[in-house]
């Protein structure tokens, strides 16, 4: 998502680190990187030029010269004026005092309504809400069975009384729909209604009478985000012809550049509401502004992170694993290591989540080539095991690893590998729960010291050098022992120094005029 843009950006704030003080030239160059990145994103002219104005002129303010640091301030200022253009703020649905609410989604063909109408529908129903879906696109081939299907899949009502294809009057179909909704109990009514491949007075006329027949609390502009630059013109021509409330941007995990995001908002006036980011039907949440600039800044999105965590994780489970890693529960075992990997599966696709990461854009090769499958291959390996194998893993044994591995369908490289995996995995991870730092030798819980910090070993028995002789070597350590007995002691037991017998303090020089 956006990651042409974003790799621009990080390369002009490269330029930028290490100066204690920016000059006029630095500020210029910096804003002209800018600009030609925001332009190759195909983002708006108009838009672009605010943009750097607004970045210029607050760079030579006093707001930058006075920073401490002014690389990392100017990054703020475009995390700033990016959020602004954005939207500024996550605008949410606005529902009926008296139910239903009805939501009308308008766009082109080809947009993707008829998928996110069941994606919305999903997600309301997650928030509470009991929603009902509307087949009002009676033109376009397959849509009402795509509609229908795709109902089934969220567990949602679909109203579909014409057969589509040609047949049937979408406006009355869409009256009949609130009408069903009211006798039914649904609070939430979606119309989903047609598109063309190309805006003409037809489709605006259909879309105003659906509109006028229906009166919709909301009425959302569904439009694709890679079509880039040309999303403002289809928006705007929607805008005069039909009118709408907010626009629901789909396709942005194929979008490299953004300029649909960056450029919709700040000509329309109208925020963008929702973002679709995939094929499943989970894939679909509420537009934020703010994380959306700190995804294009390489700086994470972790609120999006930690909210998928909240909703698919079970509390009580996460508790009592991590009351085994502090060693107050018990010993962590595969059984609940199979149990959170299942978790975190729930949450959808382990790559898009590293991606939500700070400095994800740095190792994106790696996650591109990410095999997810790998994790499927683990669970089979686990799943292989016995109760017993599973909650004590080191009675693992030769024959059982062979055992395992044939009934996983992987080699017993690959079980011994998993084992091995798994005991570091956990021990790192106990660290961590006791306090440490396995990143940072020396802090608490880390296991070993740094050899060079290791006190030097007292060879004893073999190693240690002793006359042949006995009666030689008896008269030695008596030597040694009356040595060590008359020897006077010194501060913090480190024994006598030998201190000089002409050692006069007073070749010292004063010292005390650092004292005063």
């Known amino acids: 998502m956006f990651t042409t843009l974003s790799d621009r950006l990080q390369e002009t704030f490269k330029g930028l680190r290490g100066k204690g003080k920016l000059s006029e030239a630095d500020i210029d160059t910096t804003a002209r990187e800018i600009r030609l990145a925001l332009l190759e994103a195909d983002v708006a002219l108009p838009v672009v030029k605010e943009f750097i104005a607004a970045v210029k002129e607050r760079a030579r303010g006093a707001e930058v010269s006075q920073a401490l640091n002014p690389a990392q301030q100017i990054i703020k200022i475009v995390n700033e004026e990016l959020v602004k253009i954005l939207g500024g703020e996550t605008r949410r649905l606005r529902f009926a005092k008296n139910p239903p609410t009805v939501i009308m989604l308008a766009g082109l063909q080809g947009a993707g309504k008829t998928t996110l109408a069941a994606k919305l529908a999903l997600w309301l129903k997650d928030q509470g809400k009991s929603p009902m879906l509307v087949a009002a696109d009676l033109q376009r081939p397959n849509a009402v069975n795509q509609l229908q299907v795709n109902g089934e899949r969220a567990g949602v009502t679909v109203f579909a009384p014409e057969p589509g294809n040609g047949v049937g009057d979408p406006v009355a179909v869409s009256r009949q729909a609130i009408d069903e909704a009211k006798r039914t109990l649904h609070d939430v009514v979606i119309v989903d209604t047609a598109g063309r491949l190309g805006i003409d007075e037809e489709l605006m006329r259909q879309a105003s009478d659906i509109r006028d027949a229906v009166n919709p609390d909301e009425v959302l502009f569904v439009v694709d985000a ?116 299942q978790q975190v599966r729930k949450m959808g696709s382990l790559t898009k989540m590293l991606g939500m990461l700070p400095g994800a854009g740095q190792i994106r090769d790696q996650l591109e080539n990410f095999d997810e499958r790998e994790i499927d291959r683990i669970q089979a390996i686990i799943q292989s095991m016995t109760p017993f194998e599973r909650q004590n893993p080191k009675a693992i044994d030769g024959s059982r690893r062979a055992r395992i591995a044939k009934g996983s369908g992987r080699s017993v490289n690959d079980v011994n590998q998993l084992i091995e995996r798994f005991f570091e995995a956990r021990k790192m991870m106990e660290s961590m729960a006791r306090g440490g730092n396995p990143m940072m030798p020396g802090m608490p819980g880390v296991g070993k010291r740094s050899k060079s910090r290791q006190a ?49 303090p007073s070749q010292f020089p004063d010292l005390s005029k650092y004292l005063k």
């Open 226 to 341: 890679m079509i880039g630059q040309d999303a403002v013109n289809t928006a705007q021509a929607f805008l005069d012809g039909v009118g709408y409330d907010g626009v629901v941007l789909t396709k942005l995990d194929g979008d490299a550049r953004g300029g649909a995001a960056l450029s919709i908002a700040q000509m329309t006036g109208k925020p963008v509401m929702f973002a679709s980011a995939g094929e499943k039907l989970t894939d679909f949440d509420l537009f934020h502004p703010d994380r959306m600039a700190s995804r294009i800044l390489d700086m994470g999105d972790l609120l999006t992170l930690i909210e998928q965590a909240e909703r698919t994780f079970d509390a009580e489970k996460a508790l009592k694993a991590a009351e085994k890693l502090s060693g107050k529960g018990g010993e962590f075992t595969l059984e609940d290591f199979l149990e959170q990997m």
């Open 456 to 504: 030097p070993k007292v060879k004893k028995g073999k190693g240690a050098r002793r006359s042949g002789n006995p009666a030689k070597a008896a008269a030695v350590q008596a030597a040694r022992n009356e040595q060590q007995a008359t020897a006077p002691g010194a501060a913090f037991g480190l024994g006598d120094q030998g201190v000089p017998d002409d050692f006069d």
